[in-house]
């Protein structure tokens, strides 16, 4: 039987000395290490060495588990559970010194593939702005900060101002007039749209009522693994293409109410 406090546990606590490592490395200066999609689509050193310790810590203390991260590849196990991480989440917030970056790290089961994986457990933390966001499957969605720790709840009360809705951008310049044509399409639900950097931190924040949805294509499953079980666990719905789970086609989450809204949107039929 997987004991889900133990995933818990394990990604806490890797996720807090992962993310303070990435805090102290960018504090002595940011490298870029190389570009990989595009030029835009950078990895810095502090990438590889922050993935670099989660996949130890795993090895050390669950060896049998399977890998599957941004910076290093896959790796099948023996158990039935696999940790997706992305080492720093908003790498290019990261090289700049803006603080919208986080770790995520979750827990799943099954085929390895975001269509069939069972989520268990996602931590997502933000370490220069102290903020730990944790999920358990049937446990609920919960923040940990300065004020201690609240129970997180997503937005679904639709407001004559309309949503506020985050949304990001592929690297990929040759993706960006369809990315402007989806927003044009969604923007009429919207109050206002952000684009924060992160989408693990999107994601989070849908959770947490800061956003009351978001939408994005060209996601790769460690940018939502976490995020997507955050918004499911606080009262929200995640979904891809019509009927599908997120993939990299396309990753909607929001409330019911605008889930449904934001889906009709952006098919634009
Ligand atoms: C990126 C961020 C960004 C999103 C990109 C992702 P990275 O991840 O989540 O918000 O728009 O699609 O690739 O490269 O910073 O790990
Ligand atoms: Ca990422």
Redo the contacts with the bound molecule.
Sequence with gaps: MTNLDDLLRFALDAAREAGDLARRRRGEGVQIAATKSAAA??VTAA?REVEALIRGRLAAERPGDGFFG?ESGAEQGTTGITWVV?P???????AYGIPE?AVSIAAVEGEPDPQHWQALVGVVYAPAMGELFHAVAGGGAWLDAGAGRVRLAVNDAPTEAGALVGT????DPATHAGDLARLGRVMPLARDIR??????L?LAGVAAGRLDGYF?R???P??HAAGALMVEEAGGVVGGLPGQRPSTALTIAAGPVLFARLEQAIDGR
Excluded: H, K, P
């Design positions: 689509d950078i990438d941004e992305d720093i989440d908003g790498t290019v917030n990261y970056y990001g951008f592929g690297y684009r924060i950097g992160s989408a693990a999107d994005e060209g996601l790769n460690w940018d």
